[in-house]
């Protein structure tokens, strides 16, 4: 699963440029919620790409999406939208928290491994945070998402745990939009 998952590293520089082309820097709780909602479907759509094998469908990249939506929206107004370290990990933590959370509900088939990728994704985006703000000279543009040095600290950091998730939780797959009594029909 892991090697599977890398080429979802591609959609946080992706999303970032798009965001940042569409709406330019986040500057508050709105423009980070418009950033936010499309760095969030470049995000989603990489990781769909990936998922769709085991089962998920649109609503991962919709999940997602909102989950960046809020999360950076709910950052902002925590930071002030400021660009310091402190306040873009906390951005990480808070983003990530969100998109973890929207992602569970449809990840998870049980409570504990949807608080476990919740928190894996809110740790994860923070050290993403961490990584990029020391490595980017230009930090104080105010990017929706870490840079491609933090996405491959993200994309490493969830493939593992999306890896001990599916393992663990077999024969559990992400969960689809047929219900299970048209699957037993088909």
Avoid: C
Wanted: net charge positive; aromatic share 6%.
């Amino acid at each position: 699963m892991i090697v599977r998952w890398l080429p979802t590293f591609l959609g946080f520089p992706v999303g970032g440029w798009l965001a940042a082309q569409a709406v330019g820097s986040v500057r508050g709780p709105g423009t980070a919620a418009l950033a936010g909602l499309i760095a969030g479907l470049a995000i989603g759509v990489a990781q769909w790409l990936v998922l769709r094998s085991r089962g998920a469908d649109l609503r991962w990249v919709v999940y997602t999406a909102l989950g960046m939506t809020v999360g950076g929206a709910a950052a902002a107004v925590l930071t002030g939208a400021n660009t310091d370290v402190k306040s873009l990990v906390l951005t990480g933590l808070v983003a990530g928290a969100a998109v973890g959370a929207a992602q569970a509900t449809l990840l998870a088939p049980s409570l504990r491994a949807g608080i476990a990728w919740s928190a894996l994704v809110s740790i994860a985006w923070g050290l993403g945070w961490l990584t990029t703000a020391n490595v980017i000279v230009d930090a104080e543009s105010g990017f929706i998402i870490f840079g491609s040095s933090g996405a491959l600290v993200v994309t490493v950091l969830t493939g593992l745990g999306m890896r001990w998730l599916l393992a663990v939780e077999t024969p559990a797959k992400v969960v689809s939009a047929t219900p299970p009594v048209a699957e037993a029909h088909r």
